[in-house]
């Protein structure tokens, strides 16, 4: 039996949908454009996304709990003027805004990155919770880190709690600590070749780097310095992948990548290997999410 209801816009592979799941949420409604992830969704939780959410009225979401919103993150470009809900109007914050205000759930959680809470001096994120507070939430935000959190992955996000309850107290959780990079990584036995880097790359970047930590991930940035930790850099969607080595020898593999996120080894991989690598990186980190999660539903339980 759920807990809760909940649903999960902008949805991705469904991070938020693993977290809540995971404690006894049920979800109600998801909502994603990409054809591709909606299809390793709904290869994952028997539930085909709706596809653009601007296209969707906010009455016919069903009722529900709890909202979800790993929001995309593109330039807030009309704000600057504190305009509040009016300086939303254009951007997809505005679909998370004009939901909120039909259904009027007991509490969401947004992500977004973590640039977001500079963005703009400071007034992108202060427009965002003028917006909320004016649909009567009560607002707390905080930039956390997946590595705090059991995940061997520096991935800083901006994280966005509400609820409609003014009286609700709540409090970020700290988190656990890093994860160990050895239960990510797979044997390079068991790896398929094609992640292996050639010869001549490894050659040119044991030439110019050695690595204080095993395993390790070493990264190669667009100025062409390499570093490497017991952690991976945040995954994006976009090429960064290329420059990730495990040990400066190969490239992650799937799995691995899913695993950095916090997705367990029964999440089913359904798309082409770039597809799947766009999935990871544009992915919220489980664990961080979940760990919210559980605050949200302590505080909401005890108001």
């Known amino acids: 039996m759920a807990n809760f209801t909940f649903v ?35 290869a994952n939780y028997n539930l085909i996304p709706h596809g653009d959410i601007t ?5 016919d979401i069903p009722d529900h709990d709890i ?75 905080k930039v956390l880190n997946a590595l705090d959190f059991g995940l061997p992955q ?54 110019r780097h050695t690595s204080k930590h095993n395993p390790s991930i070493w990264h190669e940035n667009k100025a062409g310095n390499i570093t490497s930790y017991p952690f991976s850099c945040a995954l994006r969607a976009g090429a960064s992948y290329n420059y990730l080595l495990v040990n400066g020898k190969r490239r992650p593999t799937l799995r691995e990548l899913l695993r950095l996120q916090g997705f367990p080894d029964s999440f089913q991989i359904v798309c082409n290997d770039s597809q799947t690598r766009k999935q990871a990186g544009n992915a919220v980190p489980v664990n961080v999410i979940k760990s919210v999660l559980q605050e949200v539903l302590y505080a909401t339980s005890t108001a």
């Open 154 to 207: 520096k991935r800083e996000r901006t994280i966005i709690v509400g609820f409609f309850d003014n009286n609700v107290l709540f409090e970020f959780p700290t988190g656990a600590g890093t994860g160990s990079l050895g239960d990510i990584l797979e044997s390079d036995e068991d790896v398929d070749s094609k992640y292996f880097a050639s010869e001549h790359i490894v050659n040119k970047r044991m030439e």
């Open 8 to 42: 999960d816009l902008f949805a991705g592979i469904g991070g938020f949908h693993q977290a809540a799941a995971g404690l006894s949420g049920l979800c109600v409604f998801a909502s994603e454009i990409d054809h591709h992830a909606q299809q390793a969704y709904a």
């Open 67 to 141: 909202l979800f919103a790993g929001f995309p993150c593109q330039p807030f470009s009309i704000i600057g003027d504190m305009k509040g809900f009016e300086d939303t109007r254009g951007t997809l914050f505005f679909d998370i805004a004009r939901i909120l205000e039909e259904k009027k759930p007991k509490a969401f959680i947004l992500e977004n990155v973590k640039q977001l809470s500079t963005h703009n001096k400071g007034n992108t994120l202060k427009t965002i919770i003028n917006t909320l507070e004016e649909l009567e939430y009560k607002v707390y935000w």
């Open 55 to 59: 296209k969707i009225e906010a009455k």
